[in-house]
């Protein structure tokens, strides 16, 4: 512009000074009216002509472009013709470019530069710090903009001299300026960069200024105006940087894409520079991540085509992982560690996942390898960008496995050591990550060289390679990994394990540098890598210790990793292992494991006896202190880490991504390692871990970690409930029981945990708590944790399960409160299983098949609308279905019994029951009906009793017996019902404590039993309609089955086993006096008559009840009266009844010598009782003879007694019950009266054999006395039965018969007395014999010498006696004070038998018989019968007789 022009423009600028007015507001004021057709022609020219005199350019220019302008009225705008202020403004610009003789263009760019200037100067110091407009100088330049895009669409104005000269006056260009001239079409920024060379000096200061800049408060415009920015940035780059042409491109645009990709690398570079700081501040980082946010998937289509971005992303990465490659791989190796998901860099991390999010798994680790064979990388970034592609990505830990395949299989074939270090370096650095992520580097090192199938098995070279590699390794190798390969070492054959050793020497050379000598290392230690050197070497033992008492329990033998330590580890063995082992400690009653471990160790003579002695006195001293210590040491507060984390993963629950969710559950594990801080196990067999449910509480940080992540866990599945029905939910849930499940200790505490909170306070759960927690154990039974069991002490369970099932078993239904909670908790869980899956092999794996049952008993027990016959559908279960069950289940307030029926009828519930795991059997529903307590059922009388006969008659009686039914067979209803009883009264009384909650009140047994009456009753009348005697039946199997029962108690002879026998009889008899005597007898038919057959009753008495008679020898009177009344009760069914009892008397007297005795001692109690039901039931007739037989031989007996003179003869019954009879007779007369002995003499036992044979049989129950007394220690009975034992021996002394009773292979006719009593009485009877001979007189052991047959006797005894002791079976006093020693009886029965053997003669025959047998037992006695017996005989025909 020349200076004539600009005087010109002066002049103009001062005329009418007081009239001047704007000619926006001059044109808004005069187009109210409506134009006439040629108004705006003329309207034209008034304003030219207004303007000529009135406004200059620059005001001109700042008028057109202010805002206010643009802010008309709509009646203004409608009424304005459309570029009438463009015209104006093009028309005065064109006449001033004429009068001042320049280009129009050149004067519009003047002008719009200055406006330009002066809308973007800042007006503050704080606008001075800003890279953006404000939101007024926005709105400005959108209008100047606007003005301007109208100067160029008239031809007035050139953008690429507007650039010019703005670049040249601008030293740094404003970034958003450049955008809205780019956005607004006027001149578009890849223009900017082919024309600018200057632009890589500005663009990218200006980038990082902006990425760096953080927006004032308040004003989330120019927040979301910076990200349009930033993002249209690099859209523009990356679509001149990467997008190719079909064409050959031009030499500028080629100069251009590499600029483009030069300036995003810069970026690229600066952020990585940010993560290497090693203090980054939040500041620092919060320019890089905002940059990082531009990186996104949504460039596509909008500046840039989806091919561009993928290899703008590829490039990235590439330089990503190639930048600054200054690690060695010897660093990497050592610093690996450091470099996990957790530890890493968050911003290295989020740049990862960014450029990884549009690629799968296989195209980015293809592209990993690519990258690792062809350039130099940093092993940081690349190990970092692995860890985030496994936590984020679930299906990268298999590709991983592929991609270590091939590189191993390639570095074996080219002996390639490039592939070698890269295959172990991701190996170790997914293993970093913990097992939920990939697998452990033991696991991947012994899978790839622990078998002679490994990738080193192939040759010796490959073998001397992998040594020769491993070797290098040593010196930079963490311990950990050294362990590793000591403890798994590869295959190596045998005739190359000198290569091995050398290796091995080497690694342990290493670890003794690094204070980690090899002789400190666990037996059992898992070295995944997971954090260098495990804890102290006495925490180490402890664990192998606890790992080696689980291996003896699960295996009954010591572990082969032991044995072998005690040999070639005997250092740590000694000095390490044995110490922990032998830990003082209260011990148990019962041994357990670790006691077991130990006397195995002990056996093997691997534990020195000094020490051991040393271990058992301390534990004596210990018995009465308290072991348990409790103790939490934490170096900061992990329970606020772990709620802030719950939380953030609670907010993933619903909407979170996968990625997101994987990454929160690495952080929550790594939390719970610091709070939990038992190592990872690496388990190759099953672990038993213990847990005591009676037990106080875990340490307080425990038990509130695990309550937070149980509330956790509820709050979540409400969450995610609202939001979806259970088979629409993420994989969220089993996602988090699998990292709890990973740390053994977590899974004790948690499994007392909720021991505790079902079986104590079911009943104060809400029913949030009860949604929640009932899908957090069906998760936890769907887990099928193999590595870990859960073993309840006491053992609720008969064997170790998976943690739900040890769960499941702390809900019990013994009363009305415990079953309205395990109904309510039963029914979410299974609702919530069937809901989780689509199909019913699906829903199998998530319904708990324990929780299932429950509800098959509860359900009918507590509803009797579902006793009714179920109508099943066919077919899959609809969507609908599953909604309503589950919304039944969710929904506030509703009632359990609608929930109950509607899953009652449900189909895929009834499909279940076709499963045999599912299946409620006759068994189970028994268990559970017997430990409901009565005076808490749910039921009342009545009602149970109608419940529990609809179950057994109308569900299980018909039922097959596949499916736990009994198939129409009462007889296979009766047994389960007589195991049920006999198996819940024989349980331990402390389990039964923890199922029953109030010991004082009964249980359902009595009504069981009621039902079992009734069916016994049914079977009998039932019975008696066939061909067969249905009471013959009933006999049979009664006696059948306690058969059984008896033969499966004493399987093998111990005394555990002889005591569960006794208890099983004992409870028997419990049930056999409840049982209708007459169906104890069993009928037969005979020529057309029935008769009565005792051989069962008789048989069973002899095999079993006296097995358990206390006293011995005698039953108790009830069990007496009851079989007598069976026997009376029976003979009604006979056409005789008389005669069929007196024949049945007849040989229960012969073959039953216990009933008999039994009978007469309870003679008094009887009579009445018998006599009664004689005569009931047989019209008022005297008893039969038999059974007056009873009562003549006790009025005999008494009179014998009382010595009356003359002497009533005997009465014809047999000699036992002659004997018995006398034997009560004395016992009613005290004892010591001396006239029985004086009636003793009455009996000629020389002239009437029978009265030798009932003396004989009262002798032997003095003898039966005796050893009760000696038992018992009654001194006074004691004495009585030795003064009647004299008495009776001086009258039969000189009659070799009272010697059978204690010989049991010749009896003879005394043969019965082996029936009166118990198997250990009969033992005890050589016991019995010294100890009663040593007692008398000199005269009366004179005469016993000279007994026929005494001395060969007396010698038998000794031997049985000798044995008898040395098997350590003598008589045990129950007072031990009062213990009779058993060599003092010995050794006066041995020098007994030696005066005996020197008074005696004896035929060479019988000397050597006598001999033989003392010679291996006692050669003392066999030397005396040599030498005293060994003259030769004076009479050698008497020799060969």
């Not at 106080?696 to 509330?711: A, T, Y």
């Not at 095999?1103 to 020898?1113: D, F």
């Given at each position: 512009m020349n200076h004539g022009a600009a005087e010109t423009l002066a002049d103009m600028s001062v005329k009418l000074p007081c009239e001047e007015q704007g000619v926006s507001r001059l044109l808004a004021g005069r187009v109210v009216s409506r134009l006439q057709p040629d108004g705006a022609q003329r309207l034209q020219e008034a304003a030219v002509q207004l303007m000529q005199q009135q406004q200059d350019l620059c005001s001109l220019i700042r008028e057109v472009s202010t805002p206010a302008g643009c802010c008309q009225t709509g009646e203004q705008r409608a009424a304005a013709p459309g570029g009438l202020t463009g015209s104006l403004l093009e028309s005065e610009l064109r006449r001033q470019a004429t009068a001042l003789g320049v280009p129009v263009t050149v004067l519009s760019v003047e002008l719009i530069l200055e406006r330009l200037t002066e809308i973007t100067a800042p007006e503050g110091e704080e606008d001075e710090r800003r890279e953006l407009l404000t939101s007024s100088q926005r709105v400005q330049l959108c209008v100047l903009l606007e003005s301007s895009r109208e100067l160029m669409s008239q031809g007035a104005l050139c953008p690429k001299l507007l650039w010019q000269e703005y670049s040249r006056d601008q030293r740094l260009p404003e970034l958003e300026v450049?955008?809205?001239?780019?956005?607004?079409?006027?001149?578009?920024?890849?223009?900017?960069?082919?024309?600018?060379?200057?632009?890589?000096?500005?663009?990218?200061?200006?980038?990082?200024?902006?990425?760096?800049?953080?927006?004032?408060?308040?004003?989330?415009?120019?927040?979301?105006?910076?990200?349009?920015?930033?993002?249209?940035?690099?859209?523009?780059?990356?679509?001149?940087?990467?997008?190719?042409?079909?064409?050959?491109?031009?030499?500028?645009?080629?100069?251009?894409?590499?600029?483009?990709?030069?300036?995003?690398?810069?970026?690229?570079?600066?952020?990585?520079?940010?993560?290497?700081?090693?203090?980054?501040?939040?500041?620092?980082?919060?320019?890089?991540?905002?940059?990082?946010?531009?990186?996104?998937?949504?460039?596509?289509?909008?500046?840039?085509?989806?091919?561009?971005?993928?290899?703008?992303?590829?490039?990235?990465?590439?330089?990503?992982?190639?930048?600054?490659?200054?690690?060695?791989?010897?660093?990497?190796?050592?610093?690996?560690?450091?470099?996990?998901?957790?530890?890493?860099?968050?911003?290295?991390?989020?740049?990862?996942?960014?450029?990884?999010?549009?690629?799968?798994?296989?195209?980015?680790?293809?592209?990993?390898?690519?990258?690792?064979?062809?350039?130099?990388?940093?092993?940081?970034?690349?190990?970092?960008?692995?860890?985030?592609?496994?936590?984020?990505?679930?299906?990268?830990?298999?590709?991983?496995?592929?991609?270590?395949?091939?590189?191993?299989?390639s570095a074996f074939e080219g002996y390639d050591l490039e592939h070698m270090v890269t295959a172990f370096l991701l190996a170790r650095q997914g293993a970093l990550e913990g097992a939920g992520v990939f697998s452990s580097y033991s696991d991947w090192f012994k899978m790839s060289f622990g078998g002679s199938s490994g990738f080193h098995a192939s040759s010796k070279k490959s073998l001397v390679f992998l040594l020769k590699f491993l070797s290098d390794l040593v010196p930079f190798e963490p311990p950990q990994y050294l362990k590793v390969h000591i403890l798994h070492p590869p295959f190596v054959p045998v005739k190359h394990r000198s290569l091995l050793m050398e290796y091995i020497s080497l690694a342990k050379t290493r670890l003794a540098d690094l204070k980690e000598s090899v002789e400190d290392m666990g037996l059992y230690e898992d070295v995944s890598g997971a954090g260098g050197a495990s804890g102290s070497t006495q925490g180490q033992a402890v664990q192998d210790v606890e790992k080696a008492v689980s291996l003896f329990e699960s295996t009954g033998r010591i572990s082969a990793t032991v044995m072998e330590a005690s040999i070639f580890r005997r250092p740590y063995f000694l000095t390490r292992f044995l110490p922990a082992l032998l830990k003082p400690r209260v011990l148990p009653v019962k041994a357990d494991a670790r006691m077991s471990l130990i006397e195995a160790l002990k056996k093997a003579e691997k534990i020195p006896?000094?020490?051991?002695?040393?271990?058992?006195?301390?534990?004596?001293?210990?018995?009465?202190?308290?072991?348990?210590?409790?103790?939490?040491?934490?170096?900061?507060?992990?329970?606020?880490?772990?709620?802030?984390?719950?939380?953030?993963?609670?907010?993933?629950?619903?909407?979170?991504?996968?990625?997101?969710?994987?990454?929160?559950?690495?952080?929550?594990?790594?939390?719970?390692?610091?709070?939990?801080?038992?190592?990872?196990?690496?388990?190759?067999?099953?672990?038993?871990?213990?847990?005591?449910?009676?037990?106080?509480?875990?340490?307080?940080?425990?038990?509130?970690?695990?309550?937070?992540?149980?509330?956790?866990?509820?709050?979540?599945?409400?969450?995610?409930?609202?939001?979806?029905?259970?088979?629409?939910?993420?994989?969220?849930?089993s996602r988090l029981v699998s990292v709890l499940l990973g740390n053994t200790q977590l899974i004790c505490s948690l499994t007392h945990r909720l021991w505790d909170l079902f079986h104590n306070q079911g009943s104060s759960l809400s029913p949030a708590h009860v949604l929640g927690l009932a899908a957090f154990v069906v998760h936890l039974q769907a887990s099928q944790c193999p590595s870990a069991l859960i073993q309840l002490v006491p053992f609720v369970l008969p064997k170790p399960v998976p943690v739900g099932e040890a769960v499941s078993a702390a809900l019990v239904c013994s009363t009305h409160t415990d079953m309205l909670f395990c109904v309510r908790f039963c029914l979410a869980a299974v609702c919530y299983g069937i809901c989780r899956g689509d199909s019913l092999p699906q829903q199998q794996d998530h319904v708990p098949?324990?929780?299932?049952?429950?509800?098959?008993?509860?359900?009918?027990?507590?509803?009797?609308?579902?006793?009714?016959?179920?109508?099943?559908?066919?077919?899959?279960?609809g969507e609908s279905q599953e909604e309503n069950l589950w919304s039944s289940a969710t929904e506030a307030g509703a009632p359990w019994r609608t929930g109950a029926w509607r899953l009652w009828r449900h189909a895929a519930f009834q499909q279940l029951q076709n499963t045999p795991q599912y299946q409620l059997s006759f068994s189970d529903w028994l268990v559970h009906e017997l430990r409901v307590q009565r005076s808490e059922d749910a039921l009342s009388d009545p009602e149970r009793q109608e419940y529990q006969q609809w179950a057994c008659l109308e569900l299980f009686l018909p039922r097959a017996g596949e499916q736990g039914g009994c198939g129409g067979d009462?007889?296979?209803?009766?047994?389960?019902?007589?195991?049920?009883?006999?198996?819940?009264?024989?349980?331990?009384?402390?389990?039964?404590?923890?199922?029953?909650?109030?010991?004082?009140?009964g249980t359902c047994l009595p009504d069981v039993i009621s039902r079992l009456q009734e069916f016994v009753y049914e079977m009998d009348v039932t019975g008696l309609s066939g061909s067969r005697s249905g009471r013959a039946d009933v006999c049979d199997f009664l006696f059948q089955f306690i058969s059984q029962r008896c033969s499966s108690s004493s399987v093998s002879p111990s005394v555990g086993s002889e005591l569960g026998l006794q208890h099983t009889l004992l409870t028997w008899n419990r049930v056999l006096l409840a049982l209708p005597p007459r169906l104890l007898v069993k009928l037969k038919a005979e020529g057309g008559r029935r008769t009565l057959d005792c051989t069962t009753l008789t048989q069973h008495?002899?095999?079993?009840?006296?097995?358990?008679?206390?006293?011995?020898?005698?039953?108790?009177?009830?069990?007496?009266?009851?079989?007598?009344?069976?026997?009376?009760?029976?003979?009604?069914?006979?056409?005789?009844?008389?005669?069929?009892?007196?024949?049945?008397?007849?040989?229960?007297s012969v073959h039953c010598p216990l009933l008999l005795t039994s009978a007469v001692r309870w003679r008094e109690r009887l009579s009445p009782v018998l006599s009664s039901l004689w005569s009931r039931v047989c019209d008022g007739e005297p008893l039969?003879?038999?059974?007056?037989?009873?009562?003549?031989?006790?009025?005999?007996?008494?009179?014998?007694?009382?010595?009356?003179?003359?002497?009533?003869?005997?009465?014809?019954?047999?000699?036992?019950?002659?004997?018995?009879?006398?034997?009560?007779?004395?016992?009613?007369?005290?004892?010591?009266?001396?006239?029985?002995?004086?009636?003793?003499?009455?009996?000629?036992?020389?002239?009437?054999?029978?009265?030798?044979?009932?003396?004989?049989?009262?002798?032997?129950?003095?003898?039966?006395?005796?050893?009760?007394?000696?038992?018992?220690?009654?001194?006074?009975?004691?004495?009585?039965?030795?003064?009647?034992?004299?008495?009776?021996?001086?009258?039969?002394?000189?009659?070799?018969?009272?010697?059978?009773?204690?010989?049991?292979?010749?009896?003879?006719?005394?043969?019965?007395?082996?029936?009166?009593?118990?198997?250990?009485?009969?033992?005890?009877?050589?016991?019995?014999?010294?100890?009663?001979?040593?007692?008398?007189?000199a005269e009366l052991l004179h005469r016993v010498l000279c007994c026929p047959g005494f001395l060969q006797a007396a010698v038998l005894l000794y031997v049985r006696l000798l044995q008898l002791v040395l098997d350590g079976h003598a008589p045990a006093a129950e007072h031990p004070e009062q213990q009779v020693d058993p060599s003092q009886i010995l050794s006066r029965a041995k020098r007994f038998l030696l005066r005996a053997i020197s008074q005696t003669s004896l035929s060479s025959a019988q000397r050597r018989r006598l001999e033989s047998q003392c010679a291996d037992v006692d050669p003392e006695v066999a030397a005396a019968l040599s030498v005293h017996l060994g003259a030769p005989s004076l009479s050698p025909e008497m020799d060969f007789l």
């Open positions: 450049l955008i809205h001239l780019h956005c607004s079409s006027f001149l578009s920024l890849k223009f900017i960069l082919e024309s600018d060379d200057g632009v890589r000096v500005w663009l990218v200061s200006r980038l990082k200024a902006l990425c760096s800049w953080t927006p004032p408060q308040g004003e989330e415009e120019t927040k979301q105006e910076q990200l349009r920015v930033l993002s249209t940035v690099v859209g523009v780059l990356v679509g001149c940087g990467f997008e190719l042409n079909s064409e050959p491109a031009a030499p500028d645009q080629r100069r251009t894409s590499l600029l483009c990709c030069s300036l995003l690398d810069e970026m690229l570079f600066w952020l990585l520079d940010t993560v290497d700081k090693s203090q980054t501040s939040q500041s620092s980082a919060a320019g890089p991540g905002l940059w990082i946010q531009t990186l996104d998937a949504s460039l596509c289509g909008v500046s840039a085509s989806a091919e561009a971005v993928q290899r703008f992303f590829t490039h990235s990465l590439t330089q990503a992982l190639t930048y600054k490659p200054r690690l060695t791989v010897s660093d990497a190796v050592t610093l690996q560690s450091d470099w996990t998901f957790v530890k890493a860099d968050p911003l290295l991390m989020s740049l990862f996942r960014k450029l990884a999010v549009i690629f799968s798994v296989e195209l980015l680790l293809r592209h990993l390898q690519q990258v690792l064979e062809t350039h130099e990388v940093n092993w940081k970034h690349v190990l970092c960008f692995l860890s985030t592609l496994l936590v984020y990505n679930p299906c990268a830990p298999p590709s991983l496995r592929e991609l270590l395949s091939r590189l191993l299989t006896a000094a020490q051991h002695s040393s271990y058992v006195e301390s534990c004596s001293r210990q018995r009465r202190q308290d072991k348990s210590v409790v103790c939490s040491d934490a170096a900061d507060d992990p329970l606020e880490v772990l709620k802030v984390q719950l939380q953030e993963f609670r907010g993933l629950v619903v909407d979170g991504d996968d990625g997101d969710m994987m990454a929160q559950l690495s952080r929550i594990s790594h939390t719970l390692c610091v709070v939990f801080p038992g190592r990872p196990e690496d388990l190759i067999e099953q672990t038993v871990l213990k847990v005591h449910v009676d037990a106080p509480p875990s340490p307080e940080l425990h038990v509130k970690v695990i309550n937070m992540i149980l509330r956790n866990f509820c709050q979540c599945t409400l969450d995610a409930s609202r939001a979806n029905p259970p088979n629409k939910q993420n994989l969220w849930a098949s324990s929780f299932y049952k429950k509800l098959l008993y509860l359900i009918p027990r507590l509803l009797p609308e579902a006793r009714r016959p179920a109508v099943t559908a066919e077919g899959s279960v009462m007889r296979t209803l009766c047994s389960h019902v007589l195991d049920a009883v006999m198996d819940q009264q024989s349980k331990d009384q402390s389990l039964e404590n923890l199922h029953q909650r109030a010991s004082a009140t008495v002899n095999q079993h009840q006296r097995r358990v008679c206390s006293p011995a020898g005698l039953m108790s009177f009830h069990l007496t009266s009851h079989l007598l009344r069976g026997v009376l009760s029976a003979s009604v069914s006979c056409g005789r009844p008389r005669e069929e009892v007196n024949k049945a008397w007849s040989q229960i039969p003879e038999q059974l007056q037989l009873l009562t003549d031989c006790g009025h005999w007996a008494h009179s014998v007694a009382r010595c009356l003179s003359p002497s009533p003869p005997p009465p014809p019954a047999p000699a036992l019950l002659l004997a018995s009879s006398l034997h009560r007779a004395w016992r009613g007369s005290g004892g010591g009266n001396q006239s029985f002995s004086v009636a003793l003499n009455l009996l000629r036992p020389e002239r009437e054999s029978q009265d030798r044979e009932v003396l004989v049989f009262l002798l032997f129950l003095c003898v039966n006395d005796h050893l009760l007394t000696l038992l018992c220690l009654q001194e006074e009975s004691d004495e009585e039965s030795l003064s009647l034992f004299s008495d009776l021996l001086c009258v039969l002394v000189d009659s070799s018969d009272w010697l059978l009773i204690f010989k049991s292979s010749e009896q003879g006719v005394y043969e019965s007395v082996t029936m009166l009593t118990s198997d250990e009485f009969t033992r005890l009877l050589p016991w019995a014999f010294y100890s009663l001979l040593l007692q008398q007189s």
